[in-house]
């Protein structure tokens, strides 16, 4: 069933008699309601539950993929799984049963890959790497470039062995194949383990600072630049950008989540990236009970100053070294739209949870996010508060800023258009109209910019908020997985999905000592 | 049944000369038609009367192509009244024999102001109304002069050029919300700004036109309201000369 054009219809194909539409309701809103209302009743015995859809996923318990059941009951959406080895299981997959569904409305088809190298085989995830069932190419490629840190974070997602540090040449290498593969790619990320404690991470910035690549993000605890003014002046001069790891405001967050008190290191990381403007991402892991009431803080703080481009959240993924053995309730926990309702409570209003839309590229599921123009007395208007998303949804992408791209300038055409047409029905129409006309000045002057230029150009009209929920064994859907456009490129050449590598590949599932999957490979696997 | 039967069209210097001829055409084809006028009080009643007697329902304005909040009033007025406006003729010209090694600043401003500045506005004012219904017909009367070398004054055919040039652009970047834009370009007409051409000048064109004769602002003003009708659905951007072939 798919809802299209304001009405729903069923789809259906048939291996005999060829594909069939068939309307079933003319007013899609009106049938998504009748739809969800059973699942919306109080149901202490579990009684109300609307079944929805079914999907494969993860056995917390063995990690084997197992069927699951949708299901929606009190309006929160869950699995329910069946392992055969380790019996039945729930999951809370989503607390708002309306977004899950209807973000299903932004989907849109993936662009694959301009090449891949692994085949078909035994099917998804074993045939990783990427394989032609992959349905998305890569938006955001992690490069592991180490595996010490300075940090034991007991959320941990990954597996930090303290025993790599990628040589320059695999990564330039490495950084080849993924042009080869791309042509280009907006933000390269630098990840680790603590990509500061890679002792020529100068050099590796360097190496990636490449006209295809439209910014290169350094994601890192801040505690090296809250320490070495030098390093981050060194950052700075590489035209770096920073994702700084921020979960809060106070120790016992910080304690909870990292293992020690950074409250100094963190509040004088972000003097120093604010005095030098380097511009930076801010990465905010929420978990329920530990830090969620500071989400409405760090998003005051984002639009309190300009170098800050770009804010994420990340609902806790209960996996890696880590998250995989940090306490869990699999029935109650912080999800996507749990961060939303957490977003417009804490900011009284000021954004709304419906002014984020899903990423549809990806999954709808993975991703929600939210642009906001940057006004010319220097405030910020959600885009939603003036355009329709699903009308402009070339607006929606993976990209912690609106690139100068002709898409985009397409795309903010046709927004001034349709604010143009009912200016006077939306609050402060004419001056978001004057906003988009300096935006759209700067962002496409009468000669066109180089790629670099052009993504710098849109960070100074623009900001982002994204909520990106990995996942964990808990609510692991391989639906999701395989469009996937997050991927860690490795040393021996596959490009591999992050959800599906932290789940499947890296052994550390739940907690350092789980069993790699028996088609598994190691991270490191291939370093020159 | 008119082939404009419901349609509300805004003419922009409608009150004589071919403006007129496409406000009866327009009229005649079941549209509510309004026009502005900037002068001539008297010819402004006389085509609104003419209007009426046919029984269109018709509207007049005094207001300047290039008085901006003039026109933004008339089209508010418009809506409330008659409705969205979906069908706009930029027809408000001027010409004015003048050599270059005469004209001055002024003369040039005037004719590029009121044929190219008149119609950017009187265009943006009924934008907004099209693109919410999704739907508009904008017609730009440009000239022989814009599109042909011909002794005509140079203010008036680069401003006719001109036009040529914001109907392609124009059609481009609005077409997605289906409405259409494209320029009608005359020769000679019995009417209008052609009188004043210098007699050996007319002379001169005649000898040249095919059909060695002016065009009537009747001939014109009915394939304006085709033009602009549903049944032009896909063309856009064009510009269609009409000259009896010169």
């Given at each position: 069933?798919?809802?299209?054009?304001?009405?729903?219809?069923?789809?259906?194909?048939?291996a005999k008699c060829g594909p069939r539409e068939d309307r079933i309701a003319k007013d899609a809103r009106e049938h998504l309601e009748a739809f969800l209302a059973p699942g919306r009743e109080p149901s202490p015995d579990g009684a109300a539950t609307k079944p929805f859809k079914r999907t494969t996923a993860a056995c917390p318990t063995c990690l084997s993929l197992v069927d699951a059941d949708v299901v929606i009951r009190e309006g929160r959406v869950y699995f329910s799984k069946r392992c055969a080895a380790c019996g039945p299981s729930e999951?809370?997959?989503?607390?708002?049963?309306?977004?899950?569904?209807?973000?299903?409305?932004?989907?849109?088809?993936?662009?694959?890959?301009?090449?891949?190298?692994?085949?078909?085989?035994?099917?998804?995830?074993?045939?990783?790497?990427?394989?032609?069932?992959?349905?998305?190419?890569?938006?955001?490629?992690?490069?592991?470039?180490?595996?010490?840190?300075?940090?034991?974070?007991?959320?941990?997602?990954?597996?930090?062995?303290?025993?790599?540090?990628?040589?320059?040449?695999?990564?330039?290498?490495?950084?080849?194949?993924?042009?080869?593969?791309?042509?280009?790619?907006?933000?390269?990320?630098?990840?680790?383990?603590?990509?500061?404690?890679?002792p020529r991470l100068l050099e590796l910035v360097e190496l990636a600072s490449r006209p295809e690549i439209g910014r290169v993000m350094v994601l890192t605890n801040g505690l090296r630049i809250a320490k070495d003014r030098a390093f981050a002046e060194q950052l700075k001069a590489k035209g770096a950008y920073v994702s700084l790891q921020l979960d809060g405001f106070t120790p016992d967050v910080h304690r909870k989540l990292r293992g020690r008190d950074l409250t100094a290191e963190k509040e004088a990381a972000l003097a120093t990236l604010e005095?030098?403007?380097?511009?930076?991402?801010?990465?905010?892991?929420?978990?329920?009970?530990?830090?969620?009431?500071?989400?409405?803080?760090?998003?005051?703080?984002?639009?309190?100053?300009?170098?800050?481009?770009?804010?994420?959240?990340?609902?806790?993924?209960?996996?890696g070294r880590g998250g995989g053995t940090f306490p869990v309730d699999p029935m109650d926990r912080l999800t996507l739209t749990g961060v939303l309702a957490a977003v417009e409570r804490q900011t009284g209003g000021a954004l709304r949870a419906n002014d984020f839309a899903p990423l549809p590229c990806p999954s709808p599921h993975c991703v929600a996010l939210l642009y906001l123009l940057r006004m010319n007395d220097g405030g910020w208007v959600p885009f939603p508060r003036f355009a329709d998303l699903r009308r402009h949804g070339g607006l929606?992408?993976?990209?912690?800023?609106?690139?100068?791209?002709?898409?985009?300038?397409?795309?903010?055409?046709?927004?001034?258009?349709?604010?143009?047409?009912?200016?006077?029905?939306?609050?402060?129409?004419?001056?978001?109209?004057?906003?988009?006309?300096?935006?759209?000045?700067?962002?496409?002057?009468?000669?066109?910019?180089?790629?670099?230029?052009?993504?710098?150009?849109?960070?100074?009209?623009?900001?982002?908020?994204?909520?990106?929920?990995?996942?964990?064994?808990?609510?692991?859907?391989?639906?999701?997985?395989?469009?996937?456009?997050?991927?860690?490129?490795?040393?021996?050449?596959?490009?591999?999905?992050?959800?599906?590598?932290?789940?499947?590949?890296?052994?550390?599932?739940?907690?350092?000592?789980?069993?790699?999957?028996?088609?598994?490979?190691?991270?490191?696997?291939?370093?020159? | 049944?008119?082939?404009?039967?419901?349609?509300?069209?805004?003419?922009?210097?409608?009150?004589?000369?071919?403006?007129?001829?496409?406000?009866?055409?327009?009229?005649?084809?079941?549209?509510?038609?309004?026009?502005?006028?900037?002068?001539?009080?008297?010819?402004?009643?006389?085509?609104?009367?003419?209007?009426?007697?046919?029984?269109?329902?018709?509207?007049?304005?005094?207001?300047?192509?290039?008085?901006?909040?003039?026109?933004?009033?008339?089209?508010?007025?418009?809506?409330?009244?008659?409705?969205?406006?979906?069908?706009?003729?930029?027809?408000?010209?001027?010409?004015?024999?003048?050599?270059?090694?005469?004209?001055?600043?002024?003369?040039?401003?005037?004719?590029?102001?009121?044929?190219?500045?008149?119609?950017?506005?009187?265009?943006?004012?009924?934008?907004?109304?099209?693109?919410?219904?999704?739907?508009?017909?904008?017609?730009?009367?440009?000239?022989?002069?814009?599109?042909?070398?011909?002794?005509?004054?140079?203010?008036?055919?680069?401003?006719?050029?001109?036009?040529?040039?914001?109907?392609?652009?124009?059609?481009?970047?609005?077409?997605?919300?289906?409405?259409?834009?494209?320029?009608?370009?005359?020769?000679?007409?019995?009417?209008?700004?052609?009188?004043?051409?210098?007699?050996?000048?007319?002379?001169?064109?005649?000898?040249?036109?095919?059909?060695?004769?002016?065009?009537?602002?009747?001939?014109?003003?009915?394939?304006?309201?085709?033009?602009?009708?549903?049944?032009?659905?896909?063309?856009?951007?064009?510009?269609?000369?009409?000259?009896?072939?010169?």
């Open positions: 069933m798919v809802l299209r054009g304001g009405e729903a219809w069923r789809l259906r194909h048939c999951a809370l997959v989503s607390e708002d049963a309306r977004y899950y569904v209807e973000a299903y409305t932004y989907a849109r088809a993936g662009s694959d890959p301009h090449r891949v190298d692994a085949k078909v085989a035994a099917g998804c995830p074993e045939d990783c790497g990427l394989c032609p069932d992959h349905e998305q190419h890569t938006c955001i490629p992690i490069f592991e470039v180490t595996d010490h840190c300075d940090l034991a974070c007991p959320t941990c997602l990954v597996d930090n062995r303290s025993a790599h540090h990628l040589a320059p040449e695999t990564f330039a290498r490495m950084v080849d194949e993924l042009i080869a593969r791309e042509g280009q790619v907006e933000a390269l990320a630098i990840s680790g383990g603590e990509p500061t404690c890679h005095e030098l403007e380097i511009p930076t991402q801010l990465i905010f892991v929420a978990a329920r009970g530990v830090n969620e009431d500071q989400i409405g803080k760090v998003v005051e703080l984002f639009l309190s100053k300009d170098h800050f481009i770009s804010l994420n959240f990340q609902p806790l993924a209960f996996t929606l992408r993976n990209s912690a800023a609106l690139p100068a791209l002709p898409e985009i300038e397409q795309a903010l055409q046709d927004v001034v258009y349709s604010l143009f047409a009912r200016q006077d029905e939306v609050p402060g129409g004419r001056l978001i109209l004057a906003a988009l006309r300096r935006a759209i000045g700067a962002m496409f002057p009468s000669r066109p910019l180089p790629f670099q230029q052009a993504v710098r150009q849109g960070e100074r009209q623009a900001k982002s908020i994204f909520v990106h929920h990995f996942m964990d064994p808990y609510d692991f859907d391989l639906e999701r997985l395989r469009k996937c456009c997050n991927h860690y490129p490795q040393p021996d050449g596959r490009l591999m999905p992050a959800c599906g590598f932290n789940l499947f590949h890296r052994g550390a599932a739940k907690g350092a000592e789980t069993p790699r999957a028996r088609f598994g490979v190691a991270p490191w696997n291939g370093e020159a | 049944m008119g082939n404009l039967e419901g349609r509300v069209a805004l003419v922009t210097g409608g009150s004589r000369g071919l403006g007129r001829a496409i406000c009866r055409a327009l009229a005649r084809e079941g549209a509510k038609v309004a026009f502005n006028y900037s002068s001539g009080e008297e010819d402004a009643q006389g085509t609104l009367a003419e209007l009426r007697e046919a029984g269109a329902q018709a509207w007049a304005f005094r207001t300047s192509v290039l008085d901006k909040a003039g026109l933004w009033e008339m089209v508010a007025r418009l809506e409330r009244e008659a409705g969205v406006v979906d069908i706009l003729v930029n027809n408000a010209g001027l010409s004015q024999v003048v050599p270059l090694a005469l004209m001055e600043e002024e003369d040039w401003d005037r004719v590029m102001d009121v044929n190219v500045k008149g119609a950017f506005l009187a265009t943006q004012a009924v934008l907004r109304g099209m693109i919410r219904l999704e739907r508009g017909r904008i017609l730009n009367i440009g000239s022989l002069a814009g599109t042909k070398m011909l002794p005509a004054p140079v203010h008036y055919s680069a401003s006719k050029a001109a036009l040529q040039g914001f109907t392609q652009a124009l059609a481009k970047e609005i077409g997605r919300y289906r409405i259409t834009v494209n320029c009608l370009a005359p020769g000679v007409l019995d009417d209008g700004v052609s009188h004043n051409i210098p007699p050996h000048r007319l002379e001169e064109y005649l000898h040249h036109c095919a059909l060695g004769r002016p065009g009537t602002v009747d001939e014109v003003a009915k394939l304006a309201a085709f033009l602009v009708s549903d049944g032009n659905s896909y063309m856009n951007g064009a510009t269609v000369v009409v000259d009896g072939a010169v």
